[in-house]
């Protein structure tokens, strides 16, 4: 595995935080909506006692901000994220909110007085291997306490992997220079039953999953820079490609040959209790 947590910093900071929270197609907010339904099945915000939330890979806080906003009691909020800038638009949204700067890969030195009622771990999972998180995140958890995972699976996209395989493919990159693509670059599980395997080998009982398949349209490849690029969804392997830098020439030989494109996401939106390991 090759994934460089330097270059997602830096993709965060510099390419995609001033553009996070405008999610044109909605895919975040969808999701966040369907975290917060399986948290509204439980008893967990009715908490009579203070909620202690953190969130790993906030990112802008917008999930947190609405657990806040529906919870009945006091909650604490705290946030861990390796990017500064994704961190500083959490923070104006919550000004309560306490954050870290650094590598979830650390989360083992944090929070070593603290324990929490709910971890998030929101598509933070193609960068920090969930077999890595989980260990860390049950460290955290008090007993029957709760993870809210969301991520994608390496289901998602069938059709822009066909395409990278095609013909059209080679002879871009031949005229590009460009090599084939390493989906090494992220680290998200191959599909639903790794997710709940992970979570049942690592002391969790799965209480609520849904796979989300959002379908998704790119026009051409202005529309799916928008989308991939500056959004988050595929940015470490369009630059590894490099064609958001892409001449008039290539961007022609691109959009005639590859686009339009049908494709799909798979996100697993789950639950999970810790239990006793
Ligand atoms: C796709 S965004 C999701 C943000 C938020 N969880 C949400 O669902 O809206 C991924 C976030 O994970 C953060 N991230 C990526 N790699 C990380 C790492 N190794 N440690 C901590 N945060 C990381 C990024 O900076 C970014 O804010």
Redesign the pocket.
């Known amino acids: 595995m090759i994934?460089n947590?330097n270059i997602?910093?830096r993709?965060?900071?510099e390419i995609?935080?001033p553009s996070?929270d405008m999610d044109a197609r909605g895919i975040?907010a969808s999701?966040?909506q369907k975290g917060i339904i399986q948290l509204q099945n439980t008893n967990l915000l009715q908490s009579k006692t203070p909620l202690q939330v953190l969130?790993?890979?906030?990112?802008?806080?917008?999930?947190l901000e609405q657990v806040a906003l529906l919870c009945e009691g006091e909650i604490n909020l705290f946030g861990?994220?390796?990017?500064e800038k994704?961190?500083d638009i959490a923070k104006r949204k919550i000004p309560s909110l306490r954050t870290i700067v650094?590598?979830?890969?650390?989360l083992e030195h944090h929070y070593v007085e603290r324990s929490f009622d709910l971890i998030?771990?929101?598509?933070?999972t193609?960068?920090?291997p969930m077999r890595e998180l989980a260990p860390k995140i049950w460290n955290l958890l008090d007993e029957g306490a709760y993870w809210s995972l969301?991520g994608q699976t390496m289901t998602s996209y069938p059709n822009l992997r066909k395409i990278e395989d095609s013909l059209a493919s080679k002879l871009i990159r031949w005229f590009s220079g460009n090599s084939k693509l390493d989906y090494d670059i992220v680290c998200c599980p191959e599909e639903r039953s790794e997710v709940i395997e992970i979570f049942q080998e690592n002391g969790f009982e799965v209480r609520q999953i849904e796979t989300f398949e959002p379908k998704i349209d790119f026009a051409n490849l202005d529309d799916f820079l928008d989308f991939g690029y500056y959004s988050?969804?595929l940015t470490p392997f369009i630059e590894k490609l490099g064609i958001q830098n892409a001449s008039k020439m290539l961007s022609l030989m691109i959009n005639v040959l590859l686009f339009p494109v049908h494709d799909n996401q798979s996100i697993e939106i789950a639950l999970a209790r810790k239990i006793t390991k």
Do not use: E, K, P, R
Request: hydrophobic share 40%.
């Open positions: 994934y947590h997602i910093q993709q965060y900071d995609i935080a996070f975040y999701t966040y969130d790993i890979g906030i990112g802008t806080g917008s999930f861990i994220d390796i990017s994704m961190l650094d590598n979830a890969t650390n998030c771990s929101h598509f933070v193609g960068f920090v969301i988050g969804w």
